[in-house]
């Protein structure tokens, strides 16, 4: 698989905003082999990871280095403090108005086994060495809709669904779930990833398996040849406003 023809077409498709990044999960013991040489993150959230793979970086992130610890929960790097855990963190970010609501969303939350990574790697899927555990892509709603389509192309018609708690957009929801489920699973974003990286209002997120790299990108080739040129025309607008 040319993991650079597909993110180049991903790219003139959804648009060059929409650039794919190849995140790997890497466990105990294993040979880091070329992440030895990606540059090493200290004092960052999983979404600022995120922001600098799309921007052109190849990085790492473990435990010690991973500021967030919400997210450090989600891949099992550390427990989730208690001021979390209780939903009393929620209520001062002012998120949720109770304290339950906070302890409620972070009881559901999909999560790896304890101590099951030592690190995270994270580059655009055009500078991934082979093909990567999951596939993240922020970028404009119009254009990730059409990804979106494409998966229930390979799902044969199968309606979409996402699970979200509108928190941990990117590690939970665009990562964890799609390792985890084997899925795909999107996002409008949040509190965090909004707050933290350069992500657009326009912009949101989403992440699928690795595995489903290929046939998704079959399927957004198929929508190219003709739905995505003639619904970005806006002829059925055009002719509304100027009859």
């Known amino acids: 698989m040319d993991l650079a023809q597909i993110a180049a077409q991903f790219e003139e498709v959804l648009g060059h905003e929409c650039s794919p990044v190849a995140v790997f999960l890497l466990g105990p013991g294993v040979d880091l082999g070329p992440f030895a040489e990606w540059r090493p993150l200290q004092g960052h959230r999983y979404c600022q990871a995120l922001m600098r793979a799309r921007r052109g970086e190849a990085v790492t992130l473990g435990a010690r280095g991973l500021a967030c610890p919400a997210a450090a929960a989600a891949f099992g790097f550390r427990p989730l403090p208690a001021q979390l855990a209780n939903g009393k963190g929620l209520v001062g970010f002012g998120i949720v108005a109770e304290e339950g609501f906070g302890r409620a969303m972070f ?137």
């Open 107 to 243: 009881e559901g939350m999909s999560k790896l086994p304890n101590g099951s990574l030592q690190l995270l790697a994270l580059s655009r899927l055009r500078l991934a060495p082979w093909l990567p555990d999951v596939v993240v892509v922020e970028g404009p709603a119009e254009s990730l809709m059409w990804l979106l389509l494409a998966d229930l192309n390979v799902a044969r018609g199968s309606r979409r669904s996402s699970d979200t708690a509108v928190l941990q957009a990117t590690c939970v929801d665009a990562t964890v779930i799609p390792h985890l489920e084997k899925r795909l699973d999107y996002s409008l974003g949040c509190y965090g990833c909004r707050e933290a990286t350069d992500l657009a209002p326009s912009e949101t997120v989403l992440g699928f398996p690795g595995e489903r790299l290929a046939p998704l990108a079959a399927a957004v080739g198929r929508l190219a040849e003709r739905a995505v040129a003639r619904s970005r025309t806006k002829s059925a607008f055009h002719r509304l406003v100027t009859r």
